[in-house]
């Protein structure tokens, strides 16, 4: 969907102006990214504002809409995903961080707990 993006050069209408496709990835803010996604949504959904449209079978696609819908879409997925993964990321490296600094004390107590003669048999 990206090649036919850029073939089409399709263009982003968003609260920071019109954007191409990779400036979407780090252009906008989190929210400001799902509020576009919200007004391309609501724009293929006017076409659906007739009850029996159904009924017609010359029902016109916008397939430049839905494809830039279906972008803005896995943009958003996509960082939002990155940036959990960072969390976690950090959440695990904050732990083993509070791992390291317990198992140095754990050390430094066992090292004070040792007589003299023991401390100078570590010696090398």
């Known amino acids: ?28 803010s989190m929210t400001e990214l799902y509020s576009t996604i919200k007004v391309a949504r609501k724009n293929l959904r006017k076409d659906d504002d007739d009850e029996l449209s159904f009924l017609e079978d010359s029902k016109v696609i916008d397939t ?7 972008i803005l879409k896995d943009v958003y ?7 959990e ?9 904050a732990n083993n961080q509070k791992i390291l600094t317990l198992i140095a004390e754990k050390k430094e107590e066992h090292l004070k707990s040792m007589s003299v003669g023991e401390l100078e048999a570590l010696l090398k």
């Open 64 to 70: 430049e809409g839905q494809l830039a819908f279906d």
């Open 1 to 28: 969907m990206y090649k036919q993006a850029s073939k089409l050069k399709l263009r982003f209408q968003t609260p920071k102006g019109v954007l191409s496709v990779e400036q979407l990835w780090d252009g906008l």
């Open 85 to 93: 993964e960072a969390r976690t990321a950090s959440a695990n490296k």
């Open 77 to 83: 997925l996509t960082r939002k995903k990155e940036q």
